[in-house]
């Protein structure tokens, strides 16, 4: 089944289960006496028990149901089931709490994409005229594509692989460019790989994405 292209999909959902690049900037300035040991501390430590959590969770429910696990694997258990419900509510209270990191990151990109001034990414009126716009669309959406497994598939193809292979090798580029003759032989050694990395995702998302739209015809 690895060899198989539809193995793709998985690969797209576990980028949107690491995603949190765009919040970056923000952890690193409000994390206390922010250094960059401390910041690779938290973000190493962060990201390992997130991993052993996905792990954990994904390896169980299929190993419980296979081939007939749903997107969403609380559904494949009964409603009556005590421990589940309480599982239910849980999930429903971190994505409630959770929602908004993600949401602030959303807005504040496309503001930044927008062009809006300085004096507009300050003005309480202009955002929350840009959070009712965002959240109006999305919840739209959200009405219509109920199918868990594309929307994770889809999102991690395009916007996950973007944010985590692409992005960050172009923007690693253009820092050694920048820096000149004062960027070391390791950092210009390096830009062939970061390279490499960014056609990698390219490659990936591509396939990811084509998959993730023909399980929905």
């Excluded at 910041?39 to 959590?53: D, E, G, K, P, W």
């Excluded at 602030?104 to 959070?131: H, P």
């Excluded at 960050?168 to 210009?188: I, Q, T």
Aim: hydrophobic letters at 50%; a positive charge; glycine letters at 10%.
């Amino acid at each position: 089944g690895v060899l198989n292209p539809n193995s793709f999909i998985l690969i797209c959902m576990l980028s949107t289960a690491y995603m949190a690049h765009f919040n970056a900037p923000k952890f690193y300035t409000e994390l206390k006496n922010n250094t960059l040991k401390r910041y690779n501390t938290v973000v190493s430590a962060s990201f390992a028990v997130s991993i052993a959590l996905m792990a954990v969770v994904a390896s169980l429910g299929f190993l419980t149901f296979g081939a007939g696990s749903s997107p969403l694997i609380l559904n494949n258990y009964s409603s009556k089931d005590v421990l589940m419900s309480i599982s239910r509510v849980a999930v429903a209270v971190s994505i409630v709490f959770s929602y908004p990191l993600a949401f602030a990151g959303l807005r504040d990109g496309a503001v930044d994409i927008l062009g809006a001034s300085g004096e507009k990414k300050a003005d309480i009126g202009y955002l929350n005229k840009m959070t009712a716009l965002l959240l109006g669309g999305i919840t739209a959406l959200a009405w219509k594509v109920k199918d868990l497994a594309f929307v994770l598939s889809f999102g991690g193809a395009t916007l996950g692989n973007a944010l985590i292979y692409v992005y960050p090798a172009l923007m690693f580029r253009s820092a050694v460019k920048n820096m000149g003759d004062k960027a070391s032989k390791g950092l210009k050694r390096e830009v062939p790989f970061a390279m490499f990395s960014a056609a990698l995702g390219v490659v990936m998302g591509g396939i990811g994405a084509t998959m993730a739209v023909r399980s929905i015809l």
